[in-house]
């Protein structure tokens, strides 16, 4: 009876040895990179640079569309008036600065889009935020780690697994 208890025993040991060893279950963690962005770039001199010209771009935009507005109350006090005559040069000359208007504002919207992609594609981020990333990956004892912007891979996740904010402070900077 003692060596069929000590058999069921070694056998129920080895058999939650396995089970264990079964049960080894491979972490993953997610991450929310446009936040990452949104941080780094936040702080970065040359999104400081970005918002700059963003800035400077529409106090222009604002003054020629106040322009615009004032031809446009001199063309209807000329109506009123009746000097049609001015009223049609103020017409012409509120379609000119108009067309300019729409030209300059596509041309230095181009001209953000194109600066806001080099700075999501700047390679120093990427070698910055992938070291980070591995580095937390090995902290946290995780196999691989996800995208949210990928959502088509990731259905649903738990808090748990976010390290979004670790990431952010790893790079040095505020959530």
Request: proline fraction near 0%; aromatic fraction near 10%.
């Amino acid at each position: 009876m003692k060596k069929l208890s000590l058999i069921l025993l070694s056998v129920f040991f080895a058999c939650t040895g396995v089970f264990a060893q079964t049960q080894n279950i491979t972490r993953f963690g997610v991450i929310d990179t446009s936040k990452v962005y949104s941080a780094y770039f936040r702080e970065s001199s040359s999104m400081k640079n970005y918002d700059s010209k963003k800035s400077e771009f529409q106090n222009e935009i604002n003054k020629r569309v106040d322009k615009i507005q004032k031809l446009r109350d001199q063309k209807v006090e000329y109506e009123k008036n009746g000097n049609k005559s001015q009223a049609l040069r103020l017409e012409a000359e509120i379609t000119k600065e108009t067309d300019y208007l729409t030209e300059y504002t596509n041309a230095k919207n181009v001209e953000l889009e194109s600066i806001k992609k080099s700075l999501q594609n700047s390679d120093s981020f990427y070698k910055k935020l992938y070291s980070v990333l591995a580095s937390v990956a090995e902290t946290e004892g995780l196999c691989m780690i996800m995208s949210l912007q990928q959502a088509n891979g990731v259905l649903w996740y738990s808090s748990s697994v976010d390290i979004t904010d670790k990431v952010i402070q790893k790079l040095g900077l505020s959530l």
